[in-house]
């Protein structure tokens, strides 16, 4: 295991951005940046988070390899859009405009008629 070791401005900076972050997620990883700068245990580190410790050696990696930019979750793209762009503002007009809005005689669209519909 390699020994983390922050400068001063390295650690204010992984303070501050725990401090300020809205996601849990990378509160925790710069959280285990920090433990480890300490000396704290990779296991210690990974019990204390609720996270296997396999997952605080892949932190730590990604901090000594690329810093701070290295923590924060990259998202997959995920599956392409099933509904056109185009037809967008089309189908939410038909939704707010409701099934009366389209000639039907409900007050709320089922899933059935609102398929149908399109």
């Known amino acids: 295991m390699r020994q983390i070791r922050l400068t001063a401005a390295e650690q204010v900076q992984l303070e501050q951005r725990f401090k300020t972050t809205t996601y849990r ?6 959280q285990a940046v920090l433990m480890a ?12 988070l609720g996270v296997h ?6 932190w730590l990696k990604q901090y000594q390899e690329h810093g701070l930019e ?15 762009e185009t037809l967008g503002p089309t189908m939410q007009g038909w939704v707010q405009d409701g099934p009366q809005g389209c000639g039907l005689d409900r007050a709320h669209w089922t899933y059935e008629e609102l398929a149908t519909h399109l």
Not at 25 to 30: E, Q, Y
Not at 37 to 48: H, L, M, P, V, Y
Not at 53 to 58: A, D, I, K, P
């Open 53 to 58: 410790r396999t997952t605080v050696r892949l």
């Open 37 to 48: 700068s300490r000396g704290r245990k990779r296991k210690t580190i990974a019990q204390d």
């Open 70 to 84: 290295g923590l924060p979750i990259h998202w997959a793209p995920g599956q392409p859009a099933r509904i056109p």
């Open 25 to 30: 997620r990378l509160r925790d990883r710069c």
